[in-house]
């Protein structure tokens, strides 16, 4: 059985609480929200960020499970497009404070969630858990950050590795390099973007800030190391010291090598000059992979992947999750919707089209892709770290902040001092 070890501060917290969640009701007498309180059961309206290319074929393959085992409730499609959320985050926070939420949403599990639970927005699902069997099928610190307060607010449906490169070994070649080589750490990195520089072709494919902000959080990992970077969440790391800073020049160093159209490309489009063979390299989540199945590439014949240098033995780590809005229109849809999404043939079939890794323990995987066997023995082994970019690490306000602070320091409207102090002034 998989056992993550996530080191957040949170989850220690939350193991104490765990114990409780088994007798936590949320407030109404009756262990959370059962299939009993609900009404409706006609429609669902889900609403996600994964509207276009692999993103929705991974959602299609999810309600491709729900008909088959919902076949009376319609699945109504909110997908808002934009990648990690950049557009539907904000249109969502609008519905709920106008009241009018859809039936279910794509939340992250860790920070991001409890910005919705502080808020009062969504339900405790602990019934729903007890119900559907699903308290022993998830880690358990997963589990736990999920839960607040004894009660637990979603469903995980997978779990992503944020600390990826994807390269063309084209590309590769041309400059001379091995496609196979990996590379101990940043410095080794540089060397082999400066010979792709040199051929002319992009060396490190790019888009808008929100990917610079992931790649920002893997080069924070690099520098730091896991305990370091955990530390920048938990207070224990100081976002003004020096090593902060040699990383913030790392980072600088590598935006150095991007394409200068980034701000006005999603991630697909950077993963496909990769695909294309127009760039070398990319840092992206494991998302990535299924744009290069949905593209028919193979592996390592038409890309190459490796843990960001630096970051070898450390997952970083984002699970999306669904929830039950407060007020949801039609809660028995949602609870059937739930039902799927932490269904072992749901999380299978999702998982394989969209790249990630069932979130249950038992799921069988063995049809899974090559790339997707790396991560089921990486998250069962390495030390896991939550993503900063895709909310485990920090509230929606606060990766905002920090989105706004890199998109100036990359457009060149500050210098590095500035960018590190409006850093440090985010996350204070
Ligand atoms: C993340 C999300 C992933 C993927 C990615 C790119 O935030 O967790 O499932 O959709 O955004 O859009």
Known sequence: MRTARLMTAAASAAVLTLGLA???DGGDGDGGTTGDDMAGGEQVEVFTWWAAGSEKAGLDALVGVFEEQHPDIQFINGAVAGGAGSAAKDLLQSRLQANDPPDTFQAHAGAELQDYIDAAQIEDVSGLYDEFGLTEA??????????????????????????????????LEEAGLDPAAEYA????????????????????????????????????????????????????????????????????KLMGYTNTDRDGLDWPDAIQQVIDGEAGFNVMGDWAEAAFQEAGATSPDDYVYFPVPGTDGTFDFLADSFTLPVGAPDPAGARAWLETVGSADGQVAFNMAKGAIPARTDA????????????????????????????AATPVAMLNTITDATSKFTAGATDLATFQSELAAATM
Request: hydrophobic share 40%; net charge negative; aromatic share 10%.
């Open 185 to 252: 750490d940043l410095d080794a990195w540089f060397e082999a973007l400066d010979a792709v520089e040199e051929t002319g072709k992009t060396p490190l494919s790019i888009a808008a800030p929100w990917t610079q902000v992931h790649m920002l959080e893997t080069v924070l990992l690099a520098g730091l190391g896991a305990e370091g970077y955990n530390g920048l969440w938990d207070g224990s790391t100081d976002w003004e010291g020096a090593e902060v800073t040699a990383a913030l020049e790392d980072f600088e």
């Open 364 to 391: 069988d995987t063995s049809d899974f892709s090559e790339y997707q066997q790396t991560a089921v023995e990486s998250f069962a082994s390495d030390t896991i770290v939550p993503s900063l970019a895709h909310g």
């Open 138 to 171: 998830f880690p358990p610190d997963l589990i736990d950050l999920l839960t607040s307060d004894g009660a637990i607010y979603s469903v995980p449906s997978n779990i992503h590795r944020a600390n990826v490169v994807w390269a063309s070994p084209s590309v």
């Open 22 to 24: 088994a007798c936590g």
